[in-house]
């Protein structure tokens, strides 16, 4: 025997079914009534008319009168429906909605070794109505540092998302405008690169600045020494490069190193 359970009770399908017939048989036993209810109302209606010399003209009148009634609903209906209804042929597609403009920025912020600081990160930024495009984690001598390119609508600034950031956890946390093409792979960048200047190794300057995506100063003079990184080559050439609102991470610096070295050692003699 199957059984269900409602509102915390046990309920018997056969009882249920036993009740359901139950209710089918007395609803069609109301219907029946009613039917000779209106049969013996039609009869009455009908023989007193019938006694009259214009009974049964009203008859026709009032059953043409209920078909005219019938035959105009019926029409209003349909053509309310029709009109109502957008033609296929006529009509296009619908128009998508318009996408809000968005700006594409370069975060940085340096997190807690906690469980969940990085989401909280993430979830400060779907507020906003951002898309994390890419992530990158350097460690650094002070903490971890998060890098995050993001897309937000254009309505939200910058000082509105270092505020958010900054009330989920991030600290020291930088914000600027950021282009496409710096969400190219580091590693596949750092391999271009490398294979560049190895072929030249005057053109290392650049690919340095390339790669840090900062450019080449020719002294330090009084800019801030955690944005301006200077390198000394082995030919005892000083490189620096200065970029402002992003800090140079000891990631990067050691990024920066292996280039360097990768771009002046010695190229092996190829066999005559």
């Known amino acids: 025997m199957g059984l269900k359970i409602r509102n915390g009770r046990s309920t018997d399908r056969v009882g249920a079914s036993h ?10 036993a109301v219907e029946f009534a009613a039917l000779f209810v209106a049969a013996g109302i ?23 009168v209920l078909c005219a009634i019938v035959s105009a ?35 940085r ?46 309505p939200v600034t910058a000082p509105t998302l270092v505020d958010a950031l900054t009330a989920a956890g991030g600290r020291s946390v930088r914000v600027r405008p950021a282009t496409v093409r710096e969400l190219v792979d580091p590693v596949t960048r750092a391999l271009l690169l490398a294979s560049w200047a190895g072929e030249d190794p005057h053109r290392l300057p650049v690919a340095l600045a390339a790669l840090l995506e900062a450019r080449l100063v020719p002294n330090a003079g009084d800019r ?13 050439d000083r490189i620096r490069l200065h970029r402002p609102g992003l800090p140079f991470t000891a990631t990067e610096t050691a990024r920066a190193l292996a280039l360097l070295g990768h771009a002046h050692r010695p190229t092996p003699a190829r066999p005559a």
């Open 42 to 64: 039609a009869h009455l209606f009908s023989t007193a008319l019938g006694h009259r010399r214009s009974g049964a003209l009203m008859l026709v009148v009032l059953g043409g």
């Open 109 to 154: 912020a340096r997190v807690r070794e906690t469980p969940g600081q990085l989401a909280a990160l993430a979830a400060a930024t779907a507020a906003l109505g951002g898309n994390i495009l890419s992530l990158s984690t350097q460690p650094d001598t002070d903490g971890t540092v998060d890098e995050l390119h993001v897309q937000l609508p254009e």
């Open 19 to 28: 009740g359901h017939g139950r209710r089918a048989w007395r609803r069609e």
């Open 224 to 236: 801030t020494e955690r944005e301006t990184l200077s390198l000394t080559t082995p030919t005892g």
């Open 73 to 107: 609903h019926i029409w209003l209906t349909h053509r309310r429906d029709h009109h109502g209804r957008p033609s296929p042929s006529r009509t296009g597609p619908a128009p998508e909605a318009a996408l809000p403009a968005a700006r594409l920025w370069r975060v």
